[in-house]
């Protein structure tokens, strides 16, 4: 009989949740934080490659990689040895207060696959957060300026801070008192949903012209702006790309006020969009870029590369005890090794695959709205009326469940869409699967 790890698709054995499952959700609603948003009852006991098992012993093809985190799979040999190696050796010491090699090591590494000719520098922390938080000081201590732009429907995080900068759902903040003073939102070039009501051609000028003729006139001076933030490739509001011109303008416009621009690649970055970073797409050279989940995948780490001259802060202005810790460096090696020998190139080869297999969906379905993305990283667009475009978020709910229930698992993304972001090591089978299963699921949904 195949055992779970040598399958390469999904195998459900019992009715979803199964027993054990049944107990650990009940279980965990006693002790752990109901802050938490759980679409459905996955109760994960080990993974191997796209697949996930649970406790009951169902095994489901993953094209949500624990939100864009496992970009080389779960527990990939590799990446499982190199934590092990270093495990054994030395598990923390604390790179702000002492040296370890890997440390530099890894920092000149990853600063290396970041664009821009200058030398550049990294800092650690742990999480997406904490490295848009620490983009965010480093914005103000660098220029001396206060102020920051972010776009409507970008997350950034949930730290005071960086949820300042996030406008993604008001639940997020709901509850939070203030926060933040000095930073304002402009809208996001989400083509199909121009926020402006303008054509998916004009929509990102006419957002420029609203930055520069209307907030840089009417609320910011731009002298007084530290940075602009801004996801190459929205995440959690729906998997949105920006436009290339779009990201080229803003850089123009960023260093003409001596404004950075900020690129957060948390959930575009490290490979996941067919390339190191999805900024290269436009061929723009970041002033800081903040990255975490794929980058050790799955071991807790952010980083913010910036060039040197940039990061120059002086002793004690920023640090953090875990951050960069030994271990979680060792996986992020092992990570870029993956990466850079195969799974970045798959990622761009499975999502010319899944765009190719994807391109009638419009026609086919007519509650499917719009496909979108970079790679890997796939928005699915659920509406009630193409024509109108009336969203359809209960729809896109039964959709994440119903694959769910045939062995597959997705997560929603922005108001009305569906994420396909498989671990990046995923074959043209699996691949074929998630498309023929999201496809009953459009069928069965779209029905009713
Ligand atoms: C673009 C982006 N930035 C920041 C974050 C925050 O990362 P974390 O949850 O690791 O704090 C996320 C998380 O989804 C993200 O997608």
């Known amino acids: 009989m195949t055992t779970a790890t040598e399958l390469k698709l999904p195998r459900l054995v019992t009715a979803l949740p199964g027993p054990k499952a ?37 095994t489901f093809l993953d094209f949500s990689a624990g939100i864009a985190v496992c970009s080389t799979g779960h527990s990939h040999p590799k990446v499982v040895s190199a934590i092990q190696k270093q495990a054994a050796e030395l598990i923390h010491m604390s790179g702000t207060d002492f040296f370890y090699e890997s440390l530099p090591r890894f920092a000149e590494r990853l600063s290396k696959t970041v ?12 999480s997406g957060t904490e490295a848009v938080e620490a983009a965010m000081k480093l914005a103000r201590y660098a220029t001396r300026r206060d102020k920051f732009i972010a776009f409507y429907g970008c997350f950034h995080g949930r730290t005071m801070g960086a949820l300042s900068l996030t406008a993604s759902k ?31 051609e004009t929509c ?43 990201l080229q303008e803003l850089q123009r416009i960023c260093r003409q006020h001596g404004i950075l621009l900020i690129v957060d690649e948390v ?18 050279e970041p002033d800081i870029l903040c990255s975490a989940k794929g980058i050790a995948s799955g071991m807790p780490l952010g980083a913010v590369v910036a ?32 990466l850079e020998s195969e799974y970045i190139e798959n990622a761009r080869r499975m999502g010319e695959f899944l765009f190719r297999r994807a391109a009638d969906w419009t026609q086919k379905f ?8 970079r ?46 972001s498989p671990p990046l090591l995923i074959d043209e089978e699996q691949a074929d699967f998630a498309v023929r299963t999201l496809e009953e699921c459009f069928r069965e949904v779209g029905k009713n």
Not at 309 to 327: C, E, I, K, Q, Y
Not at 375 to 397: S, Y
């Open 22 to 58: 049944k107990q650990v959700v009940e279980y965990d609603a006693k002790y752990v934080s109901p802050s938490y948003t759980r679409d459905y009852p996955l109760v994960a006991k080990r993974g191997h490659g796209a697949l996930i098992e649970d406790v009951d012993g169902n």
């Open 115 to 126: 664009p821009g000719a200058e030398a550049k520098r990294v800092y650690f922390g742990n």
């Open 170 to 200: 008001a639940v997020q903040r709901k509850g939070f008192g203030a926060l933040l003073a000095g930073v304002e939102h402009i809208p996001y070039p989400y083509a199909y949903r121009c926020p402006l009501g303008h054509t998916a």
């Open 204 to 246: 990102g000028e006419e957002i420029l012209e609203l930055l520069e003729r209307d907030l840089f006139k009417r609320l910011f001076d731009p002298e007084d702006v530290a940075g602009i933030i801004i996801e190459p490739v929205q995440g959690e509001g729906g998997y949105v790309p920006a436009p290339k011109f779009f």
């Open 267 to 284: 959930q575009s970055g490290m490979g996941r969009t067919g390339k190191w970073w999805a900024c290269e797409h436009a061929g723009i």
């Open 307 to 338: 060039r040197a001259s940039l990061m120059d802060w002086r002793p004690g202005a920023h640090a953090s005890t875990f951050g960069g810790n030994p271990v979680c460096v060792a996986a992020a090696m092992a990570t870029m090794d993956l």
């Open 366 to 373: 007519r509650i499917v709205g719009d496909v979108r993305g």
């Open 375 to 420: 790679g890997l990283m796939i928005g699915v667009e659920i509406v009630h009326d193409q024509r109108t475009k009336e969203k359809a978020p209960e729809l896109r709910n039964k959709i994440v469940q119903l694959a769910f229930q045939k062995g597959l698992l997705i997560l929603g993304a922005g108001d009305t869409s569906v994420r396909l």
